[in-house]
């Protein structure tokens, strides 16, 4: 019995690696689903008489979890993985994560995959915010919690299937936090003294709620404050640290000692502008500002070396702790009204008077 039931384990491993994209999950073949029911069949002891039964012995008692990332090679979704992961494998969930490559096709197959293995919750980073309706239809007609993180679909999408919720941040706090961090320099942000305060936003990707939001809240803060503004320039950086730099030192080349304040949607893409700050003989909190959001480990460094004027905690933990009661919760038959379908953990903002306190 424990034999076939392997074999057909190892069947089901065979077909989700090939639609899973095999090398993308974290896990290795042998640590791949196992049953439920197999887990009741064997005592401890019976576990090293063969394969098979170490495989049912290793199963937790939790249920099975699959968690969809939009792409691995993310700083900030990296700590959040990571976290994610711990925190439901210390809890016995057995836990299938898959790298989306930042391909929506490929997470849509991946998600269908999950349903087709019949796991008991699902969380899903999106690639495409926008592609969140056909997920939840999925999700909905398997009947399937499932809890969206860090990239807010629209309260529309979620509203047909309230086993579903979303769990992140206000993004608009994040932004709000970046303009005050500028707003608290002894200039506010007006290093050469026009009236106005000159910057460039180098974007994540539009398609993301929270690249939307920080560009439009981090000026807005500002300006709500009275300090005029001047965008020099606005360029798309993805989230990526090599963008950054790039954007960074074109626009510093184009626009030189114009440029009063760098903003960043996020650190990596701030610790890639900060390369070029220097390249170009810039140095942070004399001539130039410079704010992203994460506190990265790397930023909350430059923050306390004062090479960052600022950053804004983007709480991993807190969040990865959130998904993981919210999904608790679901499984255990909580239902979300229309409307209410999205739940924040908050931001808080970093600066070099608070930063040893996050600094790990
Ligand atoms: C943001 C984060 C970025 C990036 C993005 C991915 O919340 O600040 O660094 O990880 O999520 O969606």
């Given at each position: 019995m424990?034999?076939?039931?392997?074999?057909?384990?190892a069947?089901?491993?065979?077909?989700?690696?090939?639609?899973?994209?095999g090398?993308?999950?974290?896990?290795?073949p042998?640590?791949?689903p196992k049953t439920?029911?197999?887990?009741e069949?064997?005592?401890?002891e019976?576990?090293?008489?063969?394969d098979a039964?170490?495989v049912?012995?290793?199963?937790?008692?939790?249920?099975?979890i699959?968690?969809?990332?939009?792409k691995?090679?993310?700083?900030f979704?990296?700590?959040?993985r990571?976290?994610?992961q711990t925190l439901?494998e210390e809890?016995?969930?057995?836990?299938?994560?898959?790298d989306?490559?930042?391909?929506?096709?490929k997470?849509?197959?991946q998600?269908?995959?999950f349903?087709?293995?019949?796991?008991?919750?699902l969380i899903?980073?999106?690639?495409?915010?926008?592609?969140?309706?056909?997920t939840v239809?999925?999700v909905?007609?398997?009947?399937?919690?499932t809890?969206?993180?860090n990239?807010e679909?629209?309260?529309?999408?979620?509203?047909?299937f309230?086993?579903?919720?979303?769990?992140g941040?206000?993004a608009?706090q994040?932004?709000t936090?970046?303009?005050?961090?500028i707003?608290?320099t002894?200039?506010?942000g007006?290093?050469?003294?026009?009236g106005k305060v000159s910057?460039?936003m180098i974007q994540?990707d539009?398609?993301?709620?929270d690249?939307?939001?920080?560009t439009?809240?981090?000026?807005?803060?500002?300006?709500d404050a009275?300090?005029?503004?001047?965008?020099?320039?606005l360029?798309?950086?993805?989230?990526?640290?090599?963008?950054?730099q790039e954007i960074?030192a074109?626009d510093?080349?184009?626009f030189?000692d114009?440029?009063?304040v760098?903003f960043?949607?996020?650190d990596?893409?701030?610790l890639?502008?900060?390369?070029?700050?220097?390249?170009a003989?810039?140095?942070?909190g004399?001539?130039?500002?410079?704010?992203?959001?994460?506190?990265l480990?790397?930023?909350?460094?430059?923050?306390?070396a004062?090479?960052?004027t600022g950053?804004v905690?983007?709480?991993?933990q807190s969040?990865?702790?959130?998904?993981?009661?919210?999904?608790?919760e679901?499984?255990n038959g909580?239902t979300?009204?229309?409307?209410?379908?999205s739940?924040?953990?908050?931001y808080?903002?970093?600066?070099?008077?608070n930063?040893?306190?996050?600094?790990?």
């Amino acid at each position: 019995m424990k034999k076939i039931l392997a074999l057909m384990l190892a069947g089901c491993m065979a077909l989700s690696m090939v639609a899973c994209g095999g090398g993308s999950t974290e896990k290795e073949p042998t640590e791949e689903p196992k049953t439920e029911d197999s887990k009741e069949e064997v005592k401890p002891e019976d576990a090293a008489k063969d394969d098979a039964d170490k495989v049912e012995a290793e199963v937790p008692a939790g249920g099975k979890i699959g968690v969809c990332i939009y792409k691995f090679d993310d700083n900030f979704m990296t700590t959040y993985r990571n976290a994610l992961q711990t925190l439901l494998e210390e809890k016995g969930y057995e836990v299938t994560v898959v790298d989306g490559n930042n391909d929506q096709a490929k997470q849509t197959e991946q998600i269908n995959t999950f349903i087709t293995q019949g796991v008991d919750a699902l969380i899903i980073n999106p690639v495409m915010p926008s592609a969140m309706a056909t997920t939840v239809a999925a999700v909905q007609s398997a009947d399937i919690p499932t809890v969206i993180i860090n990239r807010e679909p629209t309260a529309a999408d979620m509203a047909p299937f309230n086993r579903c919720v979303y769990v992140g941040c206000d993004a608009a706090q994040s932004g709000t936090f970046q303009g005050q961090l500028i707003l608290e320099t002894e200039n506010k942000g007006d290093i050469n003294g026009d009236g106005k305060v000159s910057y460039i936003m180098i974007q994540g990707d539009p398609e993301n709620i929270d690249a939307k939001l920080r560009t439009e809240y981090s000026v807005k803060a500002l300006e709500d404050a009275g300090v005029a503004t001047e965008q020099l320039n606005l360029t798309r950086g993805d989230w990526d640290q090599n963008k950054g730099q790039e954007i960074c030192a074109n626009d510093l080349s184009q626009f030189g000692d114009k440029v009063e304040v760098v903003f960043c949607n996020n650190d990596a893409m701030a610790l890639g502008a900060l390369e070029a700050i220097k390249a170009a003989g810039r140095e942070v909190g004399k001539d130039i500002y410079l704010v992203g959001v994460d506190a990265l480990d790397a930023a909350l460094d430059a923050v306390q070396a004062g090479t960052m004027t600022g950053t804004v905690l983007n709480d991993a933990q807190s969040q990865a702790e959130k998904a993981v009661s919210c999904m608790e919760e679901l499984m255990n038959g909580k239902t979300y009204a229309e409307g209410e379908q999205s739940v924040y953990v908050d931001y808080v903002k970093v600066t070099s008077d608070n930063v040893k306190d996050f600094i790990k």
